[in-house]
């Protein structure tokens, strides 16, 4: 073994055994024959209290270097947030098991099955991403998460919480497709006031803003055309579609100006529209008239009508 795994698993998503004979396919197709290399794995497994902030930082202190997140878009959140908190010197390697597998899906990491994903962690060259940071206020408090992917209001996060979980656990991502209708019903325009890097926009109506590191959802769907999760910027895309021809022009906004126009011509800086706002920032402040569900990296965190972003450029080191 090039380096000692710390794996941190959720037991929503497999079992040790499962993950065990994947690690064992994918140091044999390694050839890594050192017959001492389990010696060198260590295993915790996540919580409900603990879904894997801790985890990781028991991991750390028994000495891994490279901590492997096996699970679904939550667990690779929880430990990413660890990791650019301590700012320890370790590096992240990712095992996919949920139905977003976000940001696997935007790094390249392989969705084929553990296997294949371990075979990355075991011989993959670490890449440097940046972290976002999501301060909200919820509950009388202010709390605050890293988010590798993206985090926001609107379309987004209305379909996470309108999404069936059994329907979820049967077909994967066309779950969200089909809570789609629930969610447009419950997105409707507010006003907004947002400041990026200290400066306030014109758009001062929204039903969906998303800010980002990485700008693909499943499908291949696209929305921050522009996002680079090492390039020391966030995204921001701002939706104020109210009516038919406010969709119409958002639509022709995401599939001809950011999607065939943009191929044809060699990946041009992502176009803003009457109902869409595209900008690259380092910072955000949002202001709303009345709550609205805020989600990060897939997770619903409640209502709020408060919140602020940072970016963490090189947070953490991504195999």
């Known amino acids: 073994m090039t380096a000692r795994l710390g794996i941190i698993w959720n037991p929503a998503k497999t079992t040790r055994h499962a993950l065990d004979t994947a690690l064992d396919k994918a140091v044999a197709a390694e050839r890594l024959d050192d017959p001492r290399w389990r010696e060198s794995v260590l295993w915790f497994e996540t919580t409900e209290d603990d879904p894997g902030q801790g985890a990781a930082e028991r991991a750390i202190e028994a000495g891994a270097a490279v901590v ?8 690779v959140r929880a430990v990413a947030e660890h990791l650019a908190r301590s700012g320890a010197d370790v ?16 790094l390249g990491v392989p969705l084929t099955g553990a296997a294949a994903a371990f075979r990355r962690v075991l ?14 206020d919820l509950d009388g408090g202010t709390r605050r998460h890293a988010f590798a992917v993206m985090a926001g209001f609107g379309l987004d996060a209305h379909m996470i919480t309108e999404t069936d979980d059994d329907l979820k656990d049967k077909v994967g991502w066309l779950a969200y497709v089909e809570s789609l209708g629930r969610a447009l019903s419950a997105s409707g325009t507010l006003d907004v006031t947002i400041t990026a890097d200290g400066q306030v926009l014109e758009r001062d109506s ?3 803003l998303l800010v980002g590191n990485c700008g693909m959802l499943q499908a291949g769907i696209t929305l921050l055309p522009d996002a680079d999760p090492g390039d020391g910027e966030l995204d921001l895309l701002v ?19 950011n999607g065939i126009k943009r191929a044809l011509a060699g990946g041009a800086s992502a176009e803003s529209s009457e109902s869409a706002t595209h900008r690259r920032l380092e910072s955000l402040q949002i202001e709303l008239s ?13 209502e709020s009508t408060r ?3 940072s970016v963490q450029p090189g947070a953490v080191r991504v195999r």
Do not use: K, Q, Y
Not at 68 to 75: E, L
Not at 91 to 106: M, Q
């Open 123 to 136: 011989s993959g060259r670490p890449r440097t991403i940046d972290v976002g940071w999501l301060e909200i």
């Open 206 to 208: 929204a039903h969906t």
């Open 290 to 302: 009345e709550p609205r569900v805020f989600e990060i990296d897939g997770e619903d965190l409640g």
């Open 307 to 309: 919140a602020a972003v």
């Open 68 to 75: 492997v997140a096996a699970g679904g878009d939550g667990t």
């Open 91 to 106: 590096e992240l390697g990712i095992v996919p098991l949920g139905t977003g597998n976000l940001l696997a899906r935007n």
């Open 239 to 257: 939706l104020s579609a109210d009516g038919a021809a406010g969709w119409v022009d958002t639509l022709r906004n995401m599939v001809w100006d």
